[in-house]
């Protein structure tokens, strides 16, 4: 997280706000990666590889597709904070994604956290946009240009390859059949397809009819 906040601060982006969104991300996504390996490399690709602008810029450059509370500063990482926190609820819905008390397998939990902060990182494309506006345009391959960088950062560590590919893939397809280039009749896999669910849940603008924004997550 110190590589982070340094990052920010040198390109003078940095603020309360965003310092308190970003630490809410370390608790309750990165630092929930139980694995040491899967996690150093997610450490890495959020300190050397996200532009820098993923932990500043809004969810939405417009506020039609997201709730207004994802819609300010350091938004993407709200968002990416709110379906942090959902993952092991969906988890529990499937009993070979959890153990005998119906609690969800570390494993299962790693994948799905690590596709799910990491899947927006490029929303707005590779090129580091300090300041987005209205006409600002989120980049529709932004799932495969994360998940191509997730697999070449991977190969720094040493990773089961099963677990590599699994990520790749609900990275990718995190926007289910809105992805570019998605074929008719096409199937996901199951990490993929709780990775988009908890994704289009946490996008939805309707969620301001039943809830009241709080200023960060604690």
Excluded at 6 to 21: H, S
Excluded at 41 to 48: G, P, Q, S, T
Excluded at 73 to 98: K, M, S
Excluded at 197 to 205: C, G, H
Aim: net charge negative; glycine share 6%.
């Amino acid at each position: 997280m110190d590589a982070v906040i340094g990052k920010l601060k040198a390109m003078e982006a940095y603020t309360d706000l965003v310092g308190a969104e970003i630490a809410a991300l370390w608790k309750h996504g990165v630092e929930r990666v139980s694995d040491s390996e899967l996690r150093a490399v997610l450490i890495y690709f959020l300190a050397e590889v996200a532009p820098w602008t993923f932990f500043v810029n809004p969810a939405s450059s417009t506020g039609r597709n997201h709730p207004e509370w994802q819609g300010g500063r350091a938004g993407i990482v709200r968002n990416t904070v709110e379906c942090c926190v959902a993952v092991d609820r969906q988890l529990q819905i499937y009993p070979d994604l959890t153990d005998n008390n119906a609690e969800a397998k570390p494993e299962a939990r790693n994948i799905v956290l690590i596709a799910t902060i990491l899947s927006d990182t490029f929303k707005y494309g590779e090129a580091e946009i300090k300041e987005i506006s209205s006409e600002s345009k989120i980049d529709k391959n932004h799932g495969r240009i994360a998940a191509e960088r997730w697999r070449a950062a991977a190969r720094r560590y040493e990773i089961r390859q099963e677990s590599v590919d699994e990520i790749y893939e609900a990275i990718y397809w995190h926007l289910g059949r809105f992805t570019p280039g998605w074929p008719p009749g096409k199937g996901m896999s199951l990490y993929a397809a709780i990775t988009h669910r908890i994704d289009m849940f946490f996008s939805d603008k309707s969620l301001e009819l039943l809830y009241d924004a709080k200023r960060v997550v604690p």
